[in-house]
Nanobody, 127 residues
């Protein structure tokens, strides 16, 4: 069973950048989908970005397109989320997740597709 540990969260001002990293305890190359999700207080957990099997295709929520980039390092077993031009509405707890379900890509930003989750890292963006 894979374990995921997020790091890199923190507090920044609007317009700043952060890079989140998710370290996996097992090889992530065999994962079919790796995703980053976020949950703000009082809101549902939402998909932010996802990357498919081996680092091929990527998918992003409309709210972060052009600002966030997801990447996968199979040698290090990590999946990173580079976040630029951060906005106060990006404030949330950020989680990484993975699944070995081969059909995950059809709904890559849906939380129900994923069955392994990290504990989260907090991102706070001030105006």
């Amino acid at each position: 069973q894979v374990q995921l540990v997020e790091s890199g969260g923190g507090s920044v001002q609007a317009g700043g950048s952060l890079r989140l990293s998710c370290a996996a305890s097992l090889s992530i190359y065999s994962s079919y989908c790796l995703g980053w999700f976020r949950q703000a207080p009082g809101k549902e957990r939402e998909g932010v970005a996802a990357i498919y099997h081996g680092g091929g295709a990527t998918d992003y929520a409309d709210s972060v397109k052009g600002r966030f980039t997801i990447s996968q390092d199979n040698a290090k077993n990590t999946v990173d989320l580079q976040m630029n031009n951060l906005k106060p509405e990006d404030t949330a707890m950020y989680y990484c997740a993975t699944t070995y379900h081969t059909s995950c890509w059809a709904n890559s930003l849906r939380r129900n597709e994923y069955n392994y989750w990290g504990q989260g890292t907090q991102v706070t963006v001030s105006s």
